[in-house]
């Protein structure tokens, strides 16, 4: 809808389409032009601009204008070139474009006689300061994580890779909500049908409020058990998969980011793994490795064993297990499962509870209701240690978003294991592996580099290699620079020892 010449028409079009809001302002001031004074509209929405900037740079500035001899055709452009001292201006014709960036807290600027407004980027409003993050915390390296602004993410990314390739594209969802998306990735490395199949998904979405369900509607397999894109809300890490090749998105109002592709090495990797040795850095990745196996089937093979295989386990341990089960009114599928479950509402209780007395509530909870549960029969002392250390074993994995595909897929697990046995969890492994063999994350198999394997990038999937030992980017993103700058390591000669 074009604007009209009539200033008294465009301030009604703004009230109507706001709703005569409280918050919103249309401050009046007369300009000095000839041969009449002509009037000037201001508007802003009140709390989403930054008020001194605006009467510095804007009101003041119009206030004291003098335009005697500017005729209405060229008193916009005059305006908005030597008059104006706010950063980022521009000029539109269009009052659905003015109102769009009124709500994302511009102020626009309308004329008596000009079909056309002036818009200024005057915008400021509170936001959560840098903090560690606390879903992905870290022994070794940086304590700044992302946080809900949209342009404070960008800046924290820019601080990390100050290069020109650095490409932010924004994008906007929703018809009322219109939340600023950015696709960022770097020029030069990122495969240009990566960056392209990114692009052609946001401009596909049209839903309002999408701040925290962006991954549902772009990834590759939105039923999948598993996640398929990787959230962080660690600048460091982020910044590693740019500079890989990989595509991140930022939402406004949301401190998780979304790295693509992201597959299944990722999800068991963690940023402090290249701030130590690299030796140190393989341990942390097998040690994931083996707490996502514990996690996974220990609770199916202690009832696959206990309910079908007996033969597997050493008298003495299953003379002790039998007199430990004396008494309980439950198989053991269900003394697991009822087991689980309280785990499972005891960490949950955790974490909604108030920070200061969720992690105690949490443990003195799992502590009286395993003891009580033992004394009162419903429970053997093994089945808590299993419980216990299944628990456990579930936080090695550094994404929760994958901890908690491993909680679900656990159930069946157990249940499978109550059936058939080992026989049938291994059936229901071999499913689910077979299954992630066909998953993808923005076309990269999800199981990259082991199937299809890829050994040359097992140098940061299965190991942690020394950084100066990766040479090259995977290879199944197709970056367009696969070899990345490497040096080599450079000790102290024996020359300079002599001396």
Known sequence: MPLSASLEENASALREAFGSSADLVLRYIELATSPKRRTAVVAYIQGMTDRQYMEDSVISSLSTFDGHTLTAASIIEVLRDGVLTVADVETIDDLNDVKRHIAQGYCAVLVDGCDKAIVGDVTKWETRSIEDPTSESTVSGPKEGFVESLSTNITLLRRYIRSEFLRVEYFYSGPVSRTPIALVYVAGIASERLVQEGRERLRRLDVDGISAGLEEYIEDAPTSLFPTLLK????????????????????????????????????????????????????????????????????????????????????????????????????????????????????????????????????????????????????????????????????????????????????????????????????????????????????????????????????????????????????????????????????????????
Request: with cysteine.
């Open 232 to 499: 962080t809300q660690r600048p460091d890490r982020a910044v590693g998969a740019l500079l890989e090749g990989r595509l991140v998105f930022l939402v406004d109002g949301n401190p998780e980011t979304l790295i693509a592709p992201a597959t299944l090495h990722m999800f068991l990797s963690s940023s402090e793994d290249y701030y130590e040795r690299f030796w140190v850095g393989t341990m942390f990745r097998w040690l994931r490795m083996l707490g996502l196996l514990v996690s996974l089937l220990l609770p199916g093979l202690y009832v696959a064993v206990t309910t079908f295989h007996q033969e597997l386990l050493p008298t003495p341990l299953l003379l002790a297990i039998a007199a430990q089960r004396e008494g309980i009114p439950f198989p053991a599928v269900a003394e697991a499962l009822l087991m689980e479950v309280i785990f499972e509402i005891l960490r949950e209780a955790g974490i909604r509870l108030p920070r200061i007395v969720g992690p105690a509530v949490s443990i003195i909870g799992a502590l009286v209701l395993g003891e009580a549960a033992i004394r009162a029969g419903l429970a053997s002392p093994a089945m808590i240690v299993v419980v216990a250390a299944t628990g456990v074993a579930s936080f090695a994995a550094p994404a929760a978003s994958f901890q908690n595909a491993i909680r679900l897929l656990r159930f069946g697990f157990t249940i499978v294991a109550a059936a058939m046995g080992i026989f049938g969890m291994s059936l229901l492994f071999f499913v689910t592996v077979i299954s992630l063999c066909d998953t993808r994350s923005f076309g990269t198999p999800f199981l990259e580099p082991i199937a299809p394997t890829v050994v040359m990038d097992w140098k940061d999937s299965l190991i942690r290699a020394p950084s100066w030992a990766m040479k090259s980017r995977p290879w199944l993103i197709w970056p367009k620079e696969v070899k990345k700058p490497h040096g080599r390591p450079v000790p102290w000669s024996k020359g300079r020892q002599k001396e």
